[in-house]
């Protein structure tokens, strides 16, 4: 059944990481229809195709409407209890690693929560990770190396107010359109804003920029180590702002410097792009540096991440308005399940696993008979673990690791020996369901209840809409009641996503001094009414804002201190003087000595082909479809945009290899073959080769790009190099 007519709810788009407010109306026959919420600050009533198309997109079609036992349908009783039956033997017999959870970017930050708090807390293993590792993890560890904690310092005013946007490694136009339509306005506002591109393609962004650097793959940590090395030499450094606030920048200078005389080889621009990038990053004080999986998905993105905050520490540009660096999440609830902990290397809270101090801390305050002692298995570790049978019993909720994850062969045939496999989705024929023993049919956007945190920590309402289809159930509640099955019931006794909200709150507050500046009892004792009425905010919210937040960071007992009044509260320049928070304006960051770290890293590249694979594989995203397309497949219209898997070849590779446009074309790699249709454009460049990640078998048959993604991993973040890859090409 469908909707109750008459509603019209404010909620948040289900997709990418700008967390753009949507208003639904569902008129009295039950139809829906969509617009952009105009009171929402992320963006302030825009909507990109994907967003505006979200009406098409929930039909029942597809569904997974009630649970399954190998294929039969299952009563929710029987469903639940063989899963908590079969976790609890596998850890009784095997011990508590034995088992995993891989979730998603795309569950409520309530979800995540209870998720992380079954397994740290009460299972006892710290074998819980999501997609996001193959999204942002590496800016969560640079983050975590430059500045003590996995912070965004900026806002998205900050792109409105600065005089130059470097986006690197970012196809904005695409991926986070709304804001790149900010951006666009703002520019055309103001017309000596200047854009730089630095993208290996020529991709929709570069329509925007004043300049677009066509750096070599991986080229990136030579550009921002060679920029360093350029403004030690310029007025640009900020000598008073490295002394009082950073350590460490003699050694980031001199690793900058080792790599100078090779620069144009590595980054494979010539000397006049770069002497003219680094120019107007010297000379603009209003600088923002924007970066996204260009940057994360490589076997060296935490460097880049670390590289590219050296230069804004050394001009002591962060946290001031129109300056920072700046970090697009790519999925709607990153930021969430960052902040609850749930990734495997993380606790809860922003607290640290390492830490004995925060997991005693955690354990007591969730009265939990365990707590994870050492960081699980990242999201490639974990398949290997999967693979060679360590772990037994594995969980998968709201993602597709058949079709998303590198050498995605592999994983389907780790998942389908897997002895115990648990799917909780919104649809039946996911290339992942078809190896699940146990299938729970969960909530879809717009049934869904609860909260999302967007890139510039904006936490907003996800409301439901519409009825639960069939016998759909959200997250939060599967995973409670597995976890009373599994005898964790007083733990899990949540009754709402109100009540989980809350509990969270108050476990960020829990013996933090800082949460006394922060009235934090307002969310900690946040009632059910007052969370339906939840209107978008950014954490940390000070203690006379209407909703006081918790503080996730802060002055934890015998831990070095923060100061609340570094954290600068200002107008927005924005539409709507929306207060933002912008973070260490006054250079107090989050390590014990209370001050940021210069990283020093290397400008290595990693030669990757070879003859038989001469050609680099780059993976990404396109404008209409989302993910694995499980849901944007269904609108015709955004279907209609780019209708089948390709790959973007430079004119000159095509003419040498014998290949016409769009004509079939054979990919290869040593993991697999894929065959999709060729797009010949001078927009690729030469030697190189993009293909969409989104089509899986569902949609066309062997177009699963990331079949031929070896599992190379950044050895400090452990995200997945999806971006280089050696191949070959022929025609079909
Ligand atoms: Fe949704 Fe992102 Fe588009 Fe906004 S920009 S409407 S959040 S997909």
């Not at 349908?73 to 088992?99: C, M, N, Y």
């Not at 998905?297 to 920072?324: E, F, W, Y």
């Not at 939060?476 to 976890?483: K, L, P, Q, S």
Request: glycine residues 8%.
């Amino acid at each position: 059944t469908r909707p109750a007519g008459g509603a019209c709810i404010k909620t948040t788009c289900p997709y990418c990481g700008v967390g753009c407010g949507v208003i639904a109306s569902v008129a009295k026959d039950g139809t829906v229809s969509v617009q952009g919420d105009p009171e929402h600050p992320s963006n302030y009533g825009r909507l990109c195709s994907k967003g505006s198309a979200l009406a098409e997109t929930i039909d029942l079609d597809g569904r997974l409407l009630y649970p399954e036992i190998d294929g039969r349908h299952a009563g929710w009783d029987e469903a639940l209890d063989l899963v908590a039956r079969k976790f609890s033997e596998t850890i009784a017999q095997h011990g508590p690693d034995a088992v995993a959870f891989y979730v998603s970017g795309q569950l409520l930050t309530e979800d995540y929560y209870v998720a992380n708090k079954l397994m740290k807390g009460f299972i006892g293993s710290a074998n819980i990770d999501t997609n996001s590792r193959l999204c942002m993890a590496s800016s969560v560890a640079g983050h975590r190396r430059a500045f003590g904690a996995d912070t965004v310092p900026g806002v998205y005013e900050d792109l409105e107010e600065a005089d130059l946007v470097i986006l690197t490694g970012s196809n904005l136009a695409w991926c986070h359109p709304v804001l790149y339509q900010r951006l666009a306005a703002a520019k055309q506002k103001r017309p000596d804003m200047k854009v730089v591109l630095i993208d290996p393609r020529r991709s929709m962004t570069a329509d925007l920029a004043d300049m677009h650097l066509a750096i070599r793959p991986d080229g990136d940590v030579a550009l921002f180590n060679g920029l360093l090395a350029h403004l030690a030499r310029s007025p640009a450094l900020d000598d008073d702002f490295i002394r009082d606030h950073t350590s460490g920048f003699a050694e980031a200078l001199e690793a900058a410097r080792a790599s100078e005389a090779d620069i144009i080889s590595l980054t494979g621009l010539s000397q006049g792009e770069i002497e003219a990038f680094y120019r107007v990053f010297e000379t603009t004080q209003r600088v923002v540096t924007c970066y996204s999986q260009g940057v994360n998905q490589s076997s060296s993105g935490t460097d880049k991440v670390n590289a590219i905050i050296n230069c804004h520490l050394a001009t002591g540009r962060i946290g001031r308005p129109g300056m920072g660096p700046f970090s697009l999440t790519g999925q709607p609830n990153a930021m969430g399940g960052r902040e609850v902990g749930g990734l495997a290397n993380m606790l809860a809270a922003h607290m640290a696993i390492e830490n004995p101090e925060h997991r005693e801390r955690v354990q007591r305050f969730w009265n939990a008979p365990v707590i994870a002692d050492k960081p699980g298995k990242k999201a490639v570790e974990m398949f290997e673990a999967v693979a060679d049978g360590r772990i037994k019993a594995l969980w998968i909720m709201g993602t597709n690791p058949v079709v998303s994850m590198p050498d995605a062969d592999a994983v389907a045939r780790a998942i389908r020996n897997c002895p115990f496999v648990v799917v909780s989705d919104i649809m039946r024929e996911t290339d992942t369901c078809a190896y699940a023993h146990v299938l729970l049919p969960a909530l879809g956007w717009g049934e869904k209840d609860g909260t999302v945190t967007n890139s510039e920590r904006r936490i907003s309402r996800q409301r439901p809409f519409l009825e639960a289809p069939g016998e759909a159930r959200a997250d939060w509640r599967i995973i409670c009641d597995v976890a009373a099955r599994m005898g964790f019931g007083e733990a899990f006794a949540f009754q709402s996503p109100a009540e989980i909200f809350a509990e969270h709150a108050a476990l960020s507050a829990f013996e933090n001094e800082g949460a006394r500046d922060f009235d934090i009892g307002g969310y900690a004792g946040l009632s059910r009414g007052k969370y339906d009425e939840l209107e978008p905010f950014q954490w940390p919210a000070p203690a006379r804002s209407v909703y006081p937040s918790p503080l996730p960071y802060s002055r934890r007992r015998g831990e070095g201190a923060i100061d609340v009044s570094t954290l600068s509260f200002m107008q927005g320049a924005g539409e709507g003087q929306e207060r933002v928070i912008r973070f260490f304006a006054n250079g107090n960051f989050y390590h014990p000595d209370r001050k940021a770290r210069f990283i020093a890293v290397q400008a290595t590249i990693t030669e990757r082909i070879n003859v038989a694979y001469p050609l680099v594989l780059n993976t990404g995203r396109i404008r209409d479809q989302w993910h694995t397309m499980t849901r944007t497949a269904k609108s015709a219209r955004l279907s209609s945009h780019l209708a089948e898997p390709f790959a973007e070849i430079n004119p000159a590779d095509a003419a040498e290899l014998g290949i016409e446009d769009a004509a079939l074309v054979r990919i290869t790699s040593p993991h697999g073959e894929i065959l999709v249709r060729a797009l010949i454009t001078p927009r690729q460049p030469r030697g190189a080769v993009f293909v969409p990640i989104h089509w899986t078998d569902q949609f066309a048959s062997n177009a699963r790009v990331d079949a031929l993604v070896p599992s190379v991993t950044d050895p400090v973040s452990g995200q997945p190099a999806l971006k280089h890859v050696a191949v070959s090409l022929e025609p079909y």
